[in-house]
T-cell receptor, first 115, second 114 residues
Framework: DQQVKQNSPSLSVQEGRISILNCDYT??????FLWYKKYPAEGPTFLIS?????DKNEDGRFTVFLNKSAKHLSLHIVPSQPGDSAVYFC??????????????FGTGTLLAVQP | DSGVTQTPKHLITATGQRVTLRCSPR?????VYWYQQSLDQGLQFLIQ???????AKGNILERFSAQQFPDLHSELNLSSLELGDSALYFC?????????????FGPGTRLLVL
């Protein structure tokens, strides 16, 4: 059962334009969501996170939006740069009840930013 | 650089063997997590330790075990290795084990079982 889904395996965007990466989840107990960027043969790099009590969090060129009613979150990158080309993972955790914040990951979206 | 270190970077071994992967968390972090990334399963949570004690278990095989030492570094032991254990193994750390904590990942250990 895939609790965190990234339905777009890949996305291609022109440099300078907006990149929008999407993520859906099924577990309503998730209360913290994160986006990681990953290059081949490297570990995931933390980008930005959002708590379930918020609907938006912004950090520089990166903004994450959370729609709890739709169980959907998205990552906006504006403007996109060639160095943003990587695999982006959405992850979620549900602390309540388990006293652990283990992450459940989506399958990733490969972003290619064309110069 | 996340501040999380993992050794070795690459490991090649044979079926039936045993290996140990090592992780040092970021300075000040008490929680260590192990994840496995394989081609067909994506990034999967294996196990979490907090300040030396096991906190949570995920999809970890009985042939695998882990521990966290008093200096907070952690080791993941994989035994009776099978071809299907070939994967990237990542360690992550966070300050504590509360809600809404960000995990920072190490560079990973690539294990190849021949």
């Amino acid at each position: 059962d895939q609790q965190v889904k990234q339905n777009s395996p890949s996305l291609s965007v022109q440099e300078g334009r907006i990149s929008i990466l999407n993520c859906d989840y099924t577990n309503s107990m998730f209360d913290y969501f994160l986006w990681y960027k990953k290059y081949p043969a490297e570990g995931p790099t933390f980008l930005i996170s959002i708590s379930s009590i918020k609907d938006k969090n912004e950090d520089g060129r990166f903004t994450v939006f959370l729609n709890k009613s739709a169980k959907h979150l998205s990552l906006h990158i504006v403007p996109s740069q060639p160095g943003d080309s990587a695999v982006y993972f959405c992850a979620a955790s549900a602390y309540g009840g388990g006293a652990t914040n283990k992450l459940i990951f989506g399958t990733g979206t490969l972003l290619a930013v064309q110069p | 650089d996340s501040g999380v270190t993992q050794t070795p970077k690459h490991l090649i071994t044979a079926t039936g063997q045993r290996v140990t992967l090592r992780c040092s968390p970021r300075s000040g972090d008490l929680s260590v997590y192990w994840y496995q990334q394989s081609l067909d399963q994506g990034l999967q949570f294996l196990i979490q330790y907090y300040n030396g004690e096991e906190r949570a278990k995920g999809n970890i095989l009985e042939r695998f075990s882990a521990q966290q030492f008093p200096d907070l570094h952690s080791e993941l032991n994989l035994s009776s290795l099978e071809l299907g254990d070939s994967a990237l193994y990542f360690c992550a750390s966070s300050v504590g084990s509360g809600g809404s904590e960000t995990q920072y990942f190490g560079p990973g250990t690539r294990l190849l079982v021949l």
